[in-house]
T-cell receptor, first 113, second 112 residues
Framework: GAVVSQHPSWVICKSGTSVKIECRSL??????MFWYRQFPKQSLMLMAT?????????EQGVEKDKFLINHASLTLSTLTVTSAHPEDSSFYIC?????????FGPGTRLTVL | SQKIEQNSEALNIQEGKTATLTCNYT??????LQWYRQDPGRGPVFLLL?????KEKRKERLKVTFDTTLKQSLFHITASQPADSATYLC???????????FGTGTLLAVQP
Protein backbone atom coordinates (compact mmCIF):
# COMPACT_ATOMS: atom_id res chain seq x y z
CA GLY A 1 0.00 0.00 0.00
CA ALA A 2 0.91 3.64 -0.17
CA VAL A 3 3.44 4.95 2.28
CA VAL A 4 3.97 8.40 3.64
CA SER A 5 7.30 9.15 5.27
CA GLN A 6 8.41 11.95 7.54
CA HIS A 7 11.90 13.15 8.18
CA PRO A 8 13.30 13.47 10.71
CA SER A 9 11.42 11.08 12.99
CA TRP A 10 12.63 13.07 15.97
CA VAL A 11 14.59 16.27 16.51
CA ILE A 12 15.92 18.18 19.48
CA CYS A 13 16.83 21.81 19.00
CA LYS A 14 17.70 24.90 20.98
CA SER A 15 15.20 27.64 21.59
CA GLY A 16 15.26 30.25 18.83
CA THR A 17 16.36 27.94 16.04
CA SER A 18 14.26 26.85 13.07
CA VAL A 19 13.40 23.26 12.28
CA LYS A 20 12.22 21.83 8.97
CA ILE A 21 10.11 18.68 8.82
CA GLU A 22 9.58 16.87 5.52
CA CYS A 23 6.59 14.81 4.52
CA ARG A 24 6.83 12.64 1.42
CA SER A 25 4.28 10.47 -0.31
CA LEU A 26 6.36 7.61 -1.64
CA UNK A 27 4.20 5.96 -4.27
CA UNK A 28 1.33 8.29 -4.99
CA UNK A 29 0.79 11.93 -5.82
CA UNK A 30 -0.80 13.84 -2.99
CA UNK A 31 -2.87 16.76 -4.18
CA UNK A 32 -3.42 17.89 -0.61
CA MET A 33 -1.22 17.71 2.45
CA PHE A 34 -2.51 18.31 5.96
CA TRP A 35 -0.35 19.07 8.98
CA TYR A 36 -1.40 18.15 12.49
CA ARG A 37 0.08 18.74 15.91
CA GLN A 38 -0.45 16.50 18.90
CA PHE A 39 0.46 17.37 22.49
CA PRO A 40 0.90 14.59 25.07
CA LYS A 41 -2.35 12.80 25.92
CA GLN A 42 -4.30 15.00 23.54
CA SER A 43 -5.81 14.43 20.14
CA LEU A 44 -4.55 15.58 16.77
CA MET A 45 -5.17 19.24 16.06
CA LEU A 46 -5.26 20.34 12.45
CA MET A 47 -2.79 23.15 11.82
CA ALA A 48 -3.04 23.79 8.10
CA THR A 49 -4.06 22.44 4.73
CA UNK A 50 -1.94 22.87 1.63
CA UNK A 51 -2.59 22.11 -1.99
CA UNK A 52 0.30 21.63 -4.38
CA UNK A 53 1.46 24.90 -5.84
CA UNK A 54 -0.68 27.18 -3.71
CA UNK A 55 -0.48 28.84 -0.31
CA UNK A 56 -1.46 26.89 2.76
CA UNK A 57 -4.71 27.55 4.60
CA UNK A 58 -4.15 27.80 8.33
CA GLU A 59 -6.59 26.93 11.07
CA GLN A 60 -7.68 29.57 13.52
CA GLY A 61 -5.03 30.26 16.13
CA VAL A 62 -2.12 28.87 14.10
CA GLU A 63 0.47 31.50 13.21
CA LYS A 64 1.33 31.26 9.54
CA ASP A 65 4.56 33.20 9.96
CA LYS A 66 5.73 30.77 12.62
CA PHE A 67 4.73 27.56 10.89
CA LEU A 68 5.82 27.87 7.28
CA ILE A 69 4.37 25.28 4.94
CA ASN A 70 5.66 24.60 1.47
CA HIS A 71 4.02 22.14 -0.92
CA ALA A 72 6.16 22.52 -4.00
CA SER A 73 5.45 19.14 -5.54
CA LEU A 74 2.84 16.40 -5.44
CA THR A 75 5.11 14.21 -3.35
CA LEU A 76 6.70 16.63 -0.89
CA SER A 77 5.47 19.07 1.70
CA THR A 78 7.60 20.75 4.34
CA LEU A 79 6.71 22.35 7.65
CA THR A 80 9.23 24.76 9.10
CA VAL A 81 8.88 25.78 12.71
CA THR A 82 10.61 29.14 12.88
CA SER A 83 12.21 30.49 16.04
CA ALA A 84 11.10 27.44 17.97
CA HIS A 85 10.30 27.71 21.66
CA PRO A 86 9.74 25.02 24.29
CA GLU A 87 5.95 25.39 23.92
CA ASP A 88 6.34 24.25 20.29
CA SER A 89 7.56 20.88 21.51
CA SER A 90 5.02 18.43 20.15
CA PHE A 91 4.39 15.52 17.81
CA TYR A 92 3.88 16.77 14.25
CA ILE A 93 2.06 14.50 11.82
CA CYS A 94 1.34 14.97 8.14
CA UNK A 95 -1.48 13.46 6.13
CA UNK A 96 -1.22 13.10 2.38
CA UNK A 97 -4.43 12.88 0.37
CA UNK A 98 -5.71 12.43 -3.12
CA UNK A 99 -9.38 12.66 -4.01
CA UNK A 100 -10.22 9.22 -2.70
CA UNK A 101 -7.19 8.10 -0.68
CA UNK A 102 -5.35 9.44 2.29
CA UNK A 103 -2.49 8.24 4.47
CA PHE A 104 -0.81 9.54 7.59
CA GLY A 105 2.89 9.86 8.11
CA PRO A 106 4.59 8.28 11.14
CA GLY A 107 5.06 11.61 12.87
CA THR A 108 8.01 13.76 13.97
CA ARG A 109 8.74 14.34 17.63
CA LEU A 110 10.07 17.89 18.15
CA THR A 111 11.68 18.81 21.46
CA VAL A 112 12.78 22.39 21.96
CA LEU A 113 15.18 22.99 24.83
CA SER B 1 -19.41 25.56 18.78
CA GLN B 2 -18.28 22.41 17.03
CA LYS B 3 -17.27 19.48 19.22
CA ILE B 4 -16.25 15.87 18.77
CA GLU B 5 -16.23 13.96 22.04
CA GLN B 6 -15.22 10.41 22.82
CA ASN B 7 -15.34 8.36 26.02
CA SER B 8 -13.63 10.72 28.40
CA GLU B 9 -12.16 8.02 30.61
CA ALA B 10 -9.87 5.21 29.64
CA LEU B 11 -11.72 2.00 28.93
CA ASN B 12 -10.53 -1.16 30.67
CA ILE B 13 -11.97 -4.51 29.65
CA GLN B 14 -11.14 -8.17 29.99
CA GLU B 15 -9.72 -10.15 27.11
CA GLY B 16 -12.45 -11.81 25.06
CA LYS B 17 -15.09 -9.19 25.83
CA THR B 18 -16.47 -6.65 23.38
CA ALA B 19 -15.13 -3.12 23.67
CA THR B 20 -17.54 -0.34 22.73
CA LEU B 21 -16.25 3.17 22.14
CA THR B 22 -18.43 6.18 21.49
CA CYS B 23 -17.98 9.27 19.38
CA ASN B 24 -20.48 12.11 19.73
CA TYR B 25 -20.41 15.27 17.71
CA THR B 26 -22.25 18.58 17.68
CA UNK B 27 -22.63 21.26 15.03
CA UNK B 28 -21.19 19.10 12.27
CA UNK B 29 -22.74 17.56 9.20
CA UNK B 30 -20.05 15.11 8.19
CA UNK B 31 -20.02 13.38 4.84
CA UNK B 32 -18.19 10.50 6.47
CA LEU B 33 -16.63 9.40 9.70
CA GLN B 34 -13.46 7.42 10.23
CA TRP B 35 -11.94 5.46 13.08
CA TYR B 36 -8.22 5.25 13.69
CA ARG B 37 -5.92 3.43 16.03
CA GLN B 38 -2.88 5.19 17.45
CA ASP B 39 -0.07 3.61 19.41
CA PRO B 40 2.27 5.73 21.56
CA GLY B 41 4.75 7.73 19.49
CA ARG B 42 3.18 6.66 16.20
CA GLY B 43 0.93 8.22 13.59
CA PRO B 44 -2.73 7.17 13.38
CA VAL B 45 -3.57 4.01 11.46
CA PHE B 46 -6.81 3.93 9.49
CA LEU B 47 -9.33 1.28 10.53
CA LEU B 48 -12.77 1.94 9.08
CA LEU B 49 -14.73 4.57 7.18
CA UNK B 50 -18.50 4.93 7.26
CA UNK B 51 -20.47 7.35 5.09
CA UNK B 52 -23.43 9.45 6.14
CA UNK B 53 -25.86 7.21 4.27
CA UNK B 54 -24.55 4.02 5.88
CA LYS B 55 -25.76 2.64 9.20
CA GLU B 56 -23.15 -0.01 9.86
CA LYS B 57 -19.78 -1.23 8.59
CA ARG B 58 -17.84 -4.33 9.55
CA LYS B 59 -14.28 -5.48 9.10
CA GLU B 60 -13.16 -8.68 10.77
CA ARG B 61 -13.60 -8.11 14.54
CA LEU B 62 -14.47 -4.44 14.09
CA LYS B 63 -17.90 -2.91 13.68
CA VAL B 64 -18.85 0.74 13.32
CA THR B 65 -22.32 2.26 13.45
CA PHE B 66 -23.27 5.76 12.42
CA ASP B 67 -26.46 7.51 13.56
CA THR B 68 -26.70 10.96 11.99
CA THR B 69 -29.89 11.70 13.94
CA LEU B 70 -28.21 11.08 17.29
CA LYS B 71 -24.96 12.49 15.89
CA GLN B 72 -23.13 9.49 17.22
CA SER B 73 -20.87 6.68 16.08
CA LEU B 74 -20.15 3.52 18.02
CA PHE B 75 -17.01 1.47 17.47
CA HIS B 76 -17.00 -2.15 18.60
CA ILE B 77 -14.12 -4.58 18.92
CA THR B 78 -15.36 -8.12 19.51
CA ALA B 79 -13.29 -10.86 21.13
CA SER B 80 -10.85 -8.21 22.29
CA GLN B 81 -7.18 -9.07 22.76
CA PRO B 82 -4.39 -7.37 24.73
CA ALA B 83 -2.89 -6.39 21.36
CA ASP B 84 -5.96 -4.21 20.78
CA SER B 85 -4.79 -1.92 23.59
CA ALA B 86 -4.23 1.52 22.06
CA THR B 87 -5.84 4.92 21.70
CA TYR B 88 -8.76 4.98 19.29
CA LEU B 89 -9.69 8.18 17.50
CA CYS B 90 -12.78 9.09 15.55
CA UNK B 91 -12.52 11.72 12.85
CA UNK B 92 -15.13 13.59 10.84
CA UNK B 93 -14.80 14.93 7.34
CA UNK B 94 -16.87 17.07 5.07
CA UNK B 95 -16.91 15.88 1.51
CA UNK B 96 -15.83 19.15 -0.03
CA UNK B 97 -12.49 19.79 1.61
CA UNK B 98 -11.40 16.31 2.69
CA UNK B 99 -10.38 17.97 5.94
CA UNK B 100 -10.37 15.55 8.87
CA UNK B 101 -11.14 16.80 12.36
CA PHE B 102 -10.32 14.43 15.21
CA GLY B 103 -12.10 13.58 18.42
CA THR B 104 -10.48 13.55 21.81
CA GLY B 105 -9.55 9.86 21.63
CA THR B 106 -10.21 6.95 23.98
CA LEU B 107 -7.47 4.88 25.56
CA LEU B 108 -8.46 1.22 25.51
CA ALA B 109 -6.69 -1.27 27.76
CA VAL B 110 -7.49 -4.96 27.31
CA GLN B 111 -6.45 -7.00 30.34
CA PRO B 112 -5.32 -10.59 29.80
Amino acid sequence: GAVVSQHPSWVICKSGTSVKIECRSLDFQATTMFWYRQFPKQSLMLMATSNEGSKATYEQGVEKDKFLINHASLTLSTLTVTSAHPEDSSFYICRAATYNEQFFGPGTRLTVL
Amino acid sequence: SQKIEQNSEALNIQEGKTATLTCNYTNYSPAYLQWYRQDPGRGPVFLLLIRENEKEKRKERLKVTFDTTLKQSLFHITASQPADSATYLCALASGATNKLIFGTGTLLAVQP
